[in-house]
T-cell receptor
């Protein structure tokens, strides 16, 4: 069975500091990995996916198959980055998304 | 971007009654929609996959007779919580996938807060 682990429930950093939200997964095949973000009082929305290899709002994430990780990084956090971040996995051939428990990021001024 | 809308956003009902939640894809067609449940400070738990024109596929441990799903058209799926009890109080979220094989993206509704009293 697929599993996504986000070890940090809460993460607090100061504005301008680097931030890394950890995500590890368990899946024997080739997964699709995503980061979703939920800002206060807003719906869940896609932040980025490993396939596109792009930087969104300054965030990047690299799939490391050896470590089965997909950590989300940003070199200089901004206050507007404060939100809930969910890592998610889609197994090959499946339509279902499996979510981690989420990390609440707070960026302090 | 694509929009998925849920209605109602919140509902309070009496124990023993049934509640219907609608999920609509407003600007695209979705043959498959998903229903999630989210407990406070916890992750989204997939309840079922709603398939247009066929029966829903329920996840293990989800009572299909209690959580009735109907996907009658390519833009509408409904979740009916039957004989609701206080333990059914939760945040219910739907999503619909849009895109092709390589760029499928899930779009989420705003969620429905159900409180059973």
């Amino acid at each position: 069975a697929q599993r996504v682990t986000q070890p940090e429930k809460l993460l607090s950093v100061f504005k301008g500091a680097p931030v890394e939200l950890k995500c590890n997964y368990s899946y024997s095949g080739s997964p699709e990995l995503f980061w979703y973000v939920q800002y206060s009082r807003q719906r869940l929305q896609l932040l980025l996916r490993h396939i596109s290899r792009e930087s969104i709002k300054g965030f990047t994430a690299d799939l490391n198959k050896g470590e089965t990780s997909f950590h989300l990084k940003k070199p200089f956090a901004q206050e507007e980055d404060s939100a809930m971040y969910y890592c998610a996995l889609r197994a090959g051939g499946s339509e279902k998304l499996v979510f981690g428990k989420g990390t609440k990021l707070t960026v302090n001024p | 971007g694509a929009v998925v809308s849920q209605h109602p956003s919140w509902v309070i009902c009496k124990s023993g009654t049934s509640v219907k939640i609608e999920c609509r894809s407003l600007d695209f067609q979705a043959t498959t929609m998903f229903w999630y449940r989210q407990f406070p400070k916890q992750s989204l738990m997939l309840m079922a996959t709603s398939n247009e024109g066929s029966k829903a596929t329920y996840e293990q441990g989800v009572e299909k007779d209690k959580f009735l799903i109907n996907h009658a058209s390519l833009t509408l799926s409904t979740l009916t919580v039957t004989s609701a009890h206080p333990e059914d109080s939760s945040f219910y979220i739907c999503s619909a996938d849009r895109g092709g094989a390589w760029n499928t993206e899930a779009f989420f509704g705003q969620g429905t807060r159900l409180t059973v009293v």
